[in-house]
């Protein structure tokens, strides 16, 4: 059997950091377009194989190709089981268990679709999941998907969704030595902020899965001058909201929030929204891997692409190894027992079925 660790290691070693993934996955096509059982199609920089059999069932497995600029980490590094570096956790080991299989289960139970895709760690608008569902959803095609984020070996079911706010308020221009001339903005901001920390956290239970919404002040602009009462502040808002919502409603929420504070001429601008996930835990490969392997079960509380797969009717989950805290951070890692784990679970149900 492969050692998982070792070549979590060594596509670590590859970079690929977003926008300059083609020589990474000019490396991932050179090894998949070979092997008999599998049906390599590649768009863009996105890469997706395909086996080509007749089970009844077809399950999707996907990953991200793209890391974060390096931060000091760039020379993977193993200690004992662990591996540091760039892009361990996120998502080098579950591209490293989507190559073991891909490469050894040859005659599956059910039809695998592996998709290795571009830059999911930046902009939406680059994201090559989404570009793929927009030119060659045909590839996508699938019954279930498993988005192999860092989960640390556990599902994690369904995403929140996310959204950013702008919101503008307006004054006017004074001295400050003669304030009572003008109107502070930046004041009436202050009251806008007090409804935000008091925001009623919402804790909805899906499937068993406690989501926890979300409402935090990301950023704040206004000011004119040391002397200047100001006439303009604004305030960027980011809402996490859970699956029981869309995003209108929760836009709605938010609108409901701010806007006993508004007055004419006043700001409201969803700038950014992502819509969220449910659970999906009934469908049935899911059921095998939880129950066949006694697999904990958690709400994802961040946002995911598992939330592009609902949008096309596509129930799906993240399951991948890795430690999702650590993601980013120069001190990036991933152990071998989570990896190995991942694989098996997943070996198990792509070649025994349900």
Same mark, same amino acid.
């Given at each position: 059997?492969?050692?998982l660790l ?6 670590v070693a ?8 083609a ?9 998949l ?8 199609e590649r768009?863009g920089?996105n890469l ?8 009844p ?10 890391t974060?600029?390096?931060?000091g980490?760039?020379t993977?590094?193993?200690?004992g ?10 998502m080098?080991a579950g591209?490293?268990?989507m190559?073991?299989l891909?490469r ?6 059910l039809e695998?679709?592996?998709v290795?895709y571009?830059a999911?760690?930046v ?9 793929l ?7 996508l ?6 988005l ?14 996310t959204?950013?706010v702008?919101?503008?308020v307006?004054?006017r221009?004074?001295?400050?030595a003669?304030p009572?001339?003008?109107?502070n903005a ?8 007090a ?8 804790r909805?239970v ?6 926890r919404?979300?409402?935090?002040a990301?950023?704040v ?6 002397n ?17 919502r869309?995003?209108?409603? =929760?836009?709605a929420?938010l609108?409901? /929030?701010?806007? %006993?504070? &508004?007055?004419?001429?006043? $700001?409201f601008?969803?700038?950014? *929204? =992502?819509?969220?996930?449910?659970p999906? /835990?009934?469908? %049935?490969? &899911?059921?095998?891997?939880? $129950?066949r392997?006694?697999?904990? *079960? ?5 946002w995911?692409?598992?939330a ?7 129930p799906?989950?993240?399951f ?6 650590v ?6 890692r991933v ?20």
């Amino acid at each position: 059997m492969t050692d998982l660790l070792l070549l979590t290691r060594d596509l670590v070693a590859f970079p690929s950091e977003s926008h300059a993934e083609a020589p990474f996955v000019d490396w991932i096509e050179a090894e998949l377009a070979p092997l008999d059982h599998l049906e390599v199609e590649r768009v863009g920089d996105n890469l997706v194989a395909r086996t080509t059999g007749s089970a009844p069932m077809r399950v999707l497995l996907a990953g991200h190709t793209d890391t974060v600029p390096v931060n000091g980490n760039g020379t993977p590094r193993i200690d004992g089981d662990t591996l540091w570096g760039l892009g361990a956790t996120d998502m080098k080991a579950g591209l490293a268990v989507m190559l073991a299989l891909a490469r050894t289960i040859t005659a599956p139970a059910l039809e695998v679709t592996y998709v290795f895709y571009a830059a999911e760690e930046v902009a939406a608008v680059h994201n090559g999941l989404g570009h793929l569902f927009r030119d060659r959803p045909d590839l996508l095609d699938a019954d279930v998907a498993l988005l192999g984020e860092p989960t640390d070996g556990v599902i994690e079911a369904g995403c929140q969704g996310t959204m950013r706010v702008q919101v503008t308020v307006r004054g006017r221009r004074s001295h400050t030595a003669r304030p009572w001339m003008g109107d502070n903005a930046i004041h009436r901001l202050g009251r806008i902020l007090a409804a935000v920390e008091a925001f009623p956290e919402r804790r909805p239970v899906l499937d068993g899965c406690e989501f926890r919404e979300a409402l935090q002040a990301v950023a704040v602009t206004g000011g004119v001058a040391a002397n200047v009462v100001p006439d303009l502040a604004t305030v960027t808002l980011n809402h996490r909201f859970a699956p029981d919502r869309t995003a209108a409603e =929760a836009e709605a929420g938010l609108r409901a /929030l701010v806007e %006993p504070f &508004l007055e004419d001429g006043d $700001e409201f601008e969803v700038v950014d *929204v =992502a819509g969220a996930a449910a659970p999906s /835990l009934e469908h %049935p490969v &899911l059921q095998a891997m939880v $129950e066949r392997n006694g697999l904990p *079960v958690r709400s994802k509380l961040g946002w995911t692409d598992v939330a592009r797969f609902a949008e096309h009717g596509i129930p799906s989950t993240n399951f991948g190894p890795g430690d999702a805290t650590v993601a980013h951070m120069a001190d990036e890692r991933v152990d071998r027992a989570p990896i190995e784990r991942c694989y098996a679970v997943l070996a198990d149900i792509l070649t025994t079925g349900v």
